[in-house]
Antibody, heavy 114, light 107 residues
Framework: EVQLVESGGALVQPGGSLRLSCAASGFTVSDNYMSWVRQAPGKGLEWVSVIYSGGSTYYTDSVKGRFTISRHNFKNTLYLQMNSLRPEDTAVYYC????????WGQGTQVTVSS | DIQMTQSPSSLSASVGDRITITCRASQGISNYLAWFQQKPGKAPKSLIYAASNLQSGVPSKFSGSGSGTDFTLSISSLQPEDFATYYCQQYKSYPRTFGQGTKVEIK
């Protein structure tokens, strides 16, 4: 059974950093297309980033240069390193797998506020 | 960027009704279109991929169609557990983009 469990969300001040984790089971992260999607309070879904099995990565414009997606093959875990955080980054962050986002984790809350 | 526009933004329906939600892409995306269901406080759940393919375990009351720029999600015989917000998403090009969502409420 595919399972994704996010962690690492927290309250952080503007300009701060945070690393989100997404622990996977039931499949191999490094063999799959893995994404981060976020949802600001009361808003819709926003795609953030993706990493391909071959290692290629893509980002939405608003996070380019600030966020980095990566994975740890041995730990079967996906990460999102978030630097220079802004209040507008406040959201629930979900990880998902599959080209069509077939499976999702339960999400982790990131709040950027002073 | 490809813009995804859903209509309506919200709708009220009764248990047992059949409803249809439309998703329009600002440019052709072939069949690279997925549909998701989200209930309050929960993660999205994938319903359909490649415009018309049902995810494993999703009941056949859900169906999707379309290609190019115009797509639909239909739900037959609405039940209380189907009242939720539905999103479409294109995965033809980057950045991936979602529709703004359609909230389905009980009449």
């Amino acid at each position: 059974e595919v399972q994704l469990v996010e962690s690492g969300g927290a309250l952080v001040q503007p300009g701060g950093s945070l690393r989100l984790s997404c622990a996977a089971s039931g499949f191999t992260v490094s063999d799959n297309y893995m994404s981060w999607v976020r949802q600001a309070p009361g808003k819709g879904l926003e795609w953030v980033s993706v990493i391909y099995s071959g290692g290629s990565t893509y980002y939405t414009d608003s996070v380019k240069g600030r966020f980095t997606i990566s994975r740890h093959n041995f730990k079967n875990t996906l990460y999102l390193q978030m630097n220079s955080l802004r209040p507008e980054d406040t959201a629930v962050y979900y990880c998902a797998t599959g080209a069509a986002n077939d499976y999702w984790g339960q999400g982790t809350q990131v709040t950027v506020s002073s | 960027d490809i813009q995804m526009t859903q209509s309506p933004s919200s709708l009220s329906a009764s248990v047992g009704d059949r409803i249809t939600i439309t998703c329009r892409a600002s440019q052709g995306i072939s069949n690279y279109l997925a549909w998701f269901q989200q209930k309050p406080g929960k993660a999205p759940k994938s319903l359909i991929y490649a415009a018309s393919n049902l995810q494993s375990g999703v009941p056949s009351k859900f169906s999707g169609s379309g290609s190019g720029t115009d797509f639909t999600l239909s739900i037959s015989s609405l039940q209380p557990e189907d009242f939720a917000t539905y999103y479409c998403q294109q995965y033809k090009s980057y950045p991936r983009t979602f529709g703004q969502g359609t909230k389905v409420e009980i009449k």
